[in-house]
C-alpha cells in the first residue's frame, strides 16, 4: 500500500513571498502519478499541478512548481508570488497507474494536508 | 467548461435512515471515483467504476453501494445511517488518456443526526 506523509500541518507567508510545501511518500511502485491539490474554504478540491513519475523534469504551472526526487520518494510544491487567493488546505497525493481496456485510472491517496495561510 | 455536477450538495439524514448521492460526470469522462472526507480529515477513497463496472474498492462499508448507470452518472446509496457517517462525500472523474487527472465535484455534505 502507498503512504503520502505531510509533515508540515500549517505554514504561512506574507504576500508576495515564496513557499515551500513537503511531501513524501512510499511506494514499490514504478509507474505512478503525484499531484498536489488546493482545497479553499469552499472545500471545492482543485488541481494544482501533475507530475508523471517517468518524466525527470519538474512540472511548472505558473506561479506553481515542484521539486520531484524519484529517488527520495519526495514531491515538494513551490508557490511563488504568494497571493492572498492561495490560501486553502493543500493535499498532496499519490496515484498508481492502473490499466483496463486500453486506458488507465487510479485511485488517489492523500497526504493529511497543509494548512497555508497568505498574510497580507 | 462543465464540470463534475453532484447533488445535493447538502443532506440532512437520521440515523438508521437511508439516502442516495448523485453524480454526473464531465461529458466523454468515463471513469467516475468517490471518496469521503470527515472533518478534519484527507479524502479517503471508497470506490470506483469505469466504464460502468466496478474498477476499485477502498475503504466502502458494507452499508454502502453504488453503481455506474448507461448514461455514466453514478449513484452511492447508504444505508443504516450512523453519525460517523458525517463527511464531505466527492465524486471525481476523469477521461481514460486523459492524462490520469482527476476533476472534482463541490462535493455533497451529508449530516447524520
Known amino acids: 500500500a502507498q503512504t503520502v506523509t505531510q509533515s508540515q500541518p500549517e505554514m504561512s507567508v506574507q504576500e508576495a513571498e515564496t513557499v515551500t510545501l513537503s511531501c513524501t511518500y512510499d511506494?514499490?511502485?514504478?509507474?505512478?502519478?503525484l499531484f498536489w491539490y488546493k482545497q479553499p474554504p469552499s472545500r471545492q478540491m482543485i488541481l494544482v499541478i501533475r507530475q508523471e513519475a517517468y518524466k525527470q523534469q519538474n512540472a511548472t504551472e505558473n506561479r506553481f512548481s515542484v521539486n520531484f526526487q524519484k529517488a527520495a520518494k519526495s514531491f515538494s510544491l513551490k508557490i511563488s508570488d504568494s497571493q492572498l487567493g492561495d490560501t486553502a488546505m493543500y493535499f498532496c497525493?499519490?496515484?498508481?497507474?492502473?490499466?483496463?481496456?486500453?486506458?488507465?485510472?487510479?485511485?488517489?491517496?492523500f497526504g493529511q494536508g497543509t494548512i497555508l495561510t497568505v498574510h497580507p | 467548461a462543465a464540470g463534475v455536477i453532484q447533488s445535493p450538495r447538502h443532506l440532512i439524514k437520521e440515523k438508521r435512515e437511508t439516502a442516495t448521492l448523485k453524480c454526473y460526470p464531465i461529458?466523454?469522462?468515463?471513469?467516475v471515483y468517490w471518496y469521503q472526507q470527515g472533518p478534519g480529515q484527507d479524502p479517503q477513497f471508497l470506490i470506483s467504476f469505469y466504464e460502468k463496472m466496478q474498477s476499485d474498492k477502498g475503504s466502502i462499508p458494507d452499508r454502502f453501494s453504488a453503481q455506474q448507470f448507461s448514461d455514466y452518472h453514478s449513484e452511492l446509496n447508504m444505508s443504516s445511517l450512523e453519525l460517523g457517517d458525517s463527511a464531505l462525500y466527492f465524486c471525481?472523474?476523469?477521461?481514460?488518456?486523459?492524462?490520469?487527472?482527476?476533476?472534482f465535484g463541490a462535493g455533497t455534505r451529508l449530516s447524520v443526526l
Open positions: 511506494t514499490s511502485e514504478n509507474n505512478y502519478y
Open positions: 497525493a499519490f496515484m498508481k497507474q492502473n490499466y483496463a481496456g486500453g486506458t488507465s485510472y487510479g485511485k488517489l491517496t
Open positions: 461529458p466523454r469522462h468515463d471513469t
Open positions: 471525481a472523474s476523469s477521461r481514460g488518456g486523459g492524462g490520469n487527472i482527476q476533476y
